[in-house]
């Protein structure tokens, strides 16, 4: 195997116990490291030009379906204060601008939710944005958006508080295609 991109064999484990596989010094796919459930992501257009072992640790292996696309992800969401001001820390980053897939499914825990609710808008307008919105923020502490297929630009923002404590995100469209050229071999 040939080094591509910064990691070795095209894998490294990341802090949240993913694997994460990169090539030509992007991301191309990431899973968890909990055996035969973990599934892959290939993102959007996806190219590989040389064989590659997907393992996570020296003893542990990675198996499961492989799907190219969609993405189902979990945000941990805590508040933070920059020069005074609260904003929503994000996977321990600051009002990240994020990226978003339409047909993926994204999950913000927010339990700081009785002072500080998440919710979206239209970017452009400023308007609520619902579609694809389930809020049970109140019971559970989680808000979840499934993206829409040419959802517009959006913000997520504090409802009591207004734009500041959020950033955009901005809408990819779901691309679905992984081309290997070589050996894929999950292990």
């Known amino acids: ?25 992007q991301t191309v796919a990431k899973g968890g490291t909990g ?13 590989i030009n040389d064989d590659v072992i ?13 799907s190219v696309g969609a993405e189902n992800l979990t945000y941990t969401v805590t508040i933070g204060s920059v020069n005074g001001v609260n904003i929503f820390v994000i996977d321990g980053v600051n009002n990240p601008r994020l ?17 500080h609710p998440i919710s979206f808008i239209n970017a452009s307008t400023g308007s609520a944005y619902t579609t694809g919105v389930t809020d049970n923020q109140s019971s559970t502490g ?24 959020g950033n955009l995100i ?14 894929l071999v999950i292990v």
């Open 1 to 25: 195997m040939k080094k591509v991109g910064a990691v070795m064999d095209g894998t490294q484990v990341t802090q949240k116990g993913e694997v994460e596989i990169r090539a030509g010094g």
């Open 35 to 47: 055996g035969m459930s973990t599934e892959f992501m290939f993102r959007n257009a996806s190219t």
């Open 54 to 66: 997907i393992r996570a640790g020296e003893n542990a292996a990675i198996a499961g379906p492989i």
């Open 99 to 115: 990226r978003m897939i339409e047909g993926s499914t994204y999950n913000f825990s927010n339990p700081a939710y009785a002072s």
């Open 142 to 165: 989680i808000i979840t958006i499934v993206v829409a297929a040419s959802a517009p630009q959006l913000r997520y923002k504090c409802t009591t508080h207004g734009n500041d404590m």
């Open 170 to 183: 901005d809408i990819e469209a779901s691309a679905g295609s992984l081309v290997v050229h070589g050996t």
